[in-house]
Nanobody
Framework: QVQLVESGGGLVHTGGSLRLSCAAS????????MAWFRQAPGKEREAVSG????????YYADSVKGRFTISRDNAKNTLYLQMNSLKPEDTAVYYC??????????????????WGQGTQVTVSS
């Protein structure tokens, strides 16, 4: 099972940017579909963005389209999430997740097999 470690979270003002990274252990990262989820206090965990094993397919939640960009570097076993034009409603703990397949049919938490510990993103108004 792949081990995932997120980094890059922090405190930014509205309109600011952050880049999250997710470092994966093992040699199977390149065969996994990956995603970023987030969970705000009192809310359910929701998918933000996802990417197929080779990057040929991606998903964005409507709330982040045009502002967030997901990418992966399989040579470095790393997943990224570039977040621009951040809003207070983006405040949440962001989690990296891996699915043991090239593509996922859906972007629900149950579709993913491995999770990181999360990184806090706080956007102040």
């Amino acid at each position: 099972q792949v081990q995932l470690v997120e980094s890059g979270g922090g405190l930014v003002h509205t309109g600011g940017s952050l880049r999250l990274s997710c470092a994966a252990s093992g040699r199977t990262f390149s065969s996994y579909a990956m995603a970023w989820f987030r969970q705000a206090p009192g809310k359910e965990r929701e998918a933000v963005s996802g990417i197929s094993w080779n990057g040929d397919n991606s998903y964005y939640a409507d709330s982040v389209k045009g502002r967030f960009t997901i990418s992966r570097d399989n040579a470095k076993n790393t997943l990224y999430l570039q977040m621009n034009s951040l809003k207070p409603e983006d405040t949440a703990v962001y989690y990296c997740a891996a699915a043991r397949r090239h593509y996922t049919a859906g972007y629900y938490p149950g579709d993913f097999d491995s999770w990181g510990q999360g990184t806090q993103v706080t956007v102040s108004s």
